[in-house]
């Protein structure tokens, strides 16, 4: 039997080297230690292509390394035709959002995309500024303590959407339950008939 295919996940931001990359190796740390590694495959990118093939920002890297996550990343930009490869596509802030739900070629891709924040339990959904309340303020203009509170929002929403992966994965990988034999046709026994004498 075929191993089933992994869930994929990509992780969206502006240039794909601060908040999508940070995401990235946040939420693949977590998925390893929830044992599923080889189950989920987590990657990002950019909405624009200012910083393909650059390596993540020195920042991120700094404040990824002293929290203990790995990292190896190069820079690209997000390209419509992914959607039909990816299970879930996690936009960083709100513009992300509306511009991959624009980019995405029906429906059910626009369907696939959401809101990092969206996971995080303590993120309040029914302001009046909802979904811009759910930001991850991009880090890149700020200082080290900018990049330690966009960690800080990563993680918190990072178990909630790792809980959700999980039930995607049961709920895809368990077989549905077979179709009930249909009532075997009743034998009706038949009594033979004498042949009649010949008049």
Known sequence: MRAPSPYRVCFVCTGNICRSPMAESVFRAYAEE??????????????????????????????????????????????????????????????????????????????????LREYDPDADLDTPDAPAALDVPDPYFGGPDDFEACLEMIEAASEGLLDEVNKAITARDTPEPAAPAAPATPVTSVTPTAPEENA
């Open 34 to 115: 929830a044992g599923l590694d080889g189950l989920v495959e987590v990657d990002s990118a950019g909405t624009g292509p200012w910083h393909e093939g650059d390596g993540a920002d020195r920042r991120t890297i700094s404040v990824l390394t002293a929290h203990g996550y790995e990292q190896n990343h190069i820079a690209r930009q997000f390209q419509s035709a992914w959607f039909a490869t990816l299970d879930l596509v996690i936009a960083l802030d709100c513009g992300h959002l509306r511009e991959l739900r624009a980019l995405a070629p029906t429906p059910e891709d626009a369907a696939k995309v959401r809101l």
